[in-house]
């Protein structure tokens, strides 16, 4: 008799893969996104599940969505843009590592701006991959997002188109009810807030809201005559569910939706433009800044003052106040990046920062890393932003 052959063995991933879709996905939804990479190389199934937009609506229903970090990058002699995302330490990948299929060179390390300095820094455990768009258009810096779209607006236009970050596809969005010059873009409650003069400088025309879900561009009164004749806001913010705007010299007005009114009054004493001008952003419901004294800090509403962030002894130094310096929400934590120019190179750096309230007039914070993310031409210009998917 010849020699029996060994029986046949059903390995768990064998069993896992026999489920249905739906059991699939459901089960995928509660994984990380930043394990998504490593688990789209166990079979072209799983590829085909992870690039699903059906898990990205599972992960929705079941409340196991997560804020994912993005950079634009324009170089100056190109019309498209490239966009690069967070890749954080389980979704390293080596560098040798051949994509397969859309997902896995969607989210595929990228080595074709990095130094050879950096390359040999493999200590660095979170850094930026680049990321492959379809129908790309040529942006503008009217960029805002909200939840899994980033929405584009454009100057001397109506036009708006946004980005799908479930699949990185450009579609054309409802348009403006106007055309405006330089617009500023806000968010507030999920709405896009657009303000900034227009062709026919009107100032009933001054503001307009854009929901999202009906997909309705609404108007939105008038703030002030003095305001309206200002071609570009320095700034805006919501906060409290109010929007804040500040066109320079104390043109300060403040929108309540609610209301449908604005309000002029109890803001002349704030000294907004020492801080604020470089970079803000607001987490639970406070606003954070980085100012002139080189200092993260927030607003303390009841003490109308600005106040340090404490035990920030663990982050690199900062750059001086300017463009060079941005703060974003990160799913509740403080992203701040920036750019230190090196010769004709341009460092992207990149921190992480916890954020603790120990008593109504003191917060800390925490770095929990801190690190170069990519390093690229420094002729680039950078925009960022952070999406929940």
Known sequence: MGKEKPPVTVTETSLFLMLPNDLLFNCLARVSRLYYPTLSLVSKRFRSLLASLELYETRTLLGFTESCFYLCLRFPHEIQPRWFTLSRTPTQITANHKPTRW?????????????????????????LVSVQTRKSPCLDNCLAAVGCHFYQVS??????????????????????????????????????????????????????????????WEHVPSPGADICKMNYLFMSFPLDGKLYIYAGLRRIAVYKPKENRWDRQGLEDVHWDWWLLSSSCVIDNVLYGYGRSRKLGWYDTEGRCFRDLKGLGKLAKLPLPGYKVRLLNYGGKIAVWWEKDVRQEKMIWCAEIALEKRNEHEIYGKVEWCNVVLTVPISCDLNSFVVTV
């Open 103 to 127: 997902f896995a060179s969607c989210f595929g390390p990228s080595t074709r701006f990095l130094t050879n300095k950096d390359k040999k820094k493999s200590s660095y455990k979170n850094r």
């Open 155 to 216: 100057g001397f236009s109506s036009k708006v188109m946004f980005m799908d970050c479930r699949s990185h596809t450009w579609h054309e969005s409802s348009s403006m009810r106007v055309e405006r010059l330089y617009p500023n873009v806000s968010i507030l409650d999920g709405k896009i807030y657009v303000a900034g003069s227009t062709r026919g400088c009107k100032p009933s025309d001054w503001i307009e809201c854009f929901d999202p879900k009906t997909h309705i």
